[in-house]
């Protein structure tokens, strides 16, 4: 799912979503899928991810949130 929301796939992301994936997952970065859309300008993932429970609170290591 992250590698769908950084390349901006949205359906991919829809698909992903819909067969169990985890929209809160993190990377080794700590970085999760809204993290990774909203930093690569993919407002349509960001939204879909938000309409599926994304958490807006979740920090990545280094200290930036979504």
Avoid at 9 to 21: Q, S
Avoid at 40 to 52: P, Q, R, S, T, Y
């Amino acid at each position: 799912i992250l590698i769908a929301c950084e390349n901006g796939h949205v359906e991919v992301v829809k698909l992903l979503l819909d067969n169990g994936a985890s929209v809160n997952e993190v990377d080794e970065d700590g970085d999760c899928p809204l993290f990774v859309a909203a930093g690569n300008g993919h407002a349509d993932i960001v939204k879909c991810l938000l309409e599926h429970g994304a958490a807006t609170e979740l920090v990545n290591n280094a200290g930036w949130s979504a």
